[in-house]
Nanobody
Framework: QVQLQESGGGLVQAGGSLRLSCAASGRTFSNYAMGWFRQAPGKEREFVAVIGRSGGIKSYADSVKGRFTISRDNAKNTVYLQMNNLKPEDTAVYYC??????????????WGQGTQVTVSS
C-alpha cells in the first residue's frame, strides 16, 4: 500500500502561482511513476502531468504545457506540481497518484484525497 497526501491548494487570482506537494508513505516511492490529475465540477477526471520513477521522463496535458512543472524528490518521497500563470479553467480538485507511467487514470494504483485549487478571474 502507498498512502498519498496532497497539500498546497488554495484560492489564487488568475495569473498567479501555486505549488502542490504530495507526500507518499508506505511502499518504496521510487518504484512508482507519479501523476497529477484534476476534476472540475460536472466533469470527468483528466490527466495533468506524469513523471517517471527517476524523474527523467515527464509528460503534460496540452492545456498546462509551458505553465505547469512536475518534479519529484525520491529522498523525501514527495512529488510536486508547480503551477504558474493560473487560469480560471484550472479550477478543480487536484489528485496525486502512484502507478504506471501513463495518461490514463485506470493505470494508477493509489490516489490521494485531493486538494482544491480555485482560480478567480
Amino acid at each position: 500500500q502507498v498512502q498519498l497526501q496532497e497539500s498546497g491548494g488554495g484560492l489564487v487570482q488568475a495569473g498567479g502561482s501555486l505549488r502542490l506537494s504530495c507526500a507518499a508513505s508506505g511502499r518504496t516511492f521510487s518504484n512508482y511513476a507519479m501523476g497529477w490529475f484534476r476534476q472540475a465540477p460536472g466533469k470527468e477526471r483528466e490527466f495533468v502531468a506524469v513523471i517517471g520513477r527517476s524523474g527523467g521522463i515527464k509528460s503534460y496535458a496540452d492545456s498546462v504545457k509551458g505553465r505547469f512543472t512536475i518534479s519529484r524528490d525520491n529522498a523525501k518521497n514527495t512529488v510536486y506540481l508547480q503551477m504558474n500563470n493560473l487560469k480560471p479553467e484550472d479550477t478543480a480538485v487536484y489528485y496525486c497518484t502512484a502507478g504506471s507511467y501513463s495518461k490514463s487514470p485506470s493505470t494508477y494504483d493509489y490516489w490521494g484525497q485531493g486538494t482544491q485549487v480555485t482560480v478567480s478571474s
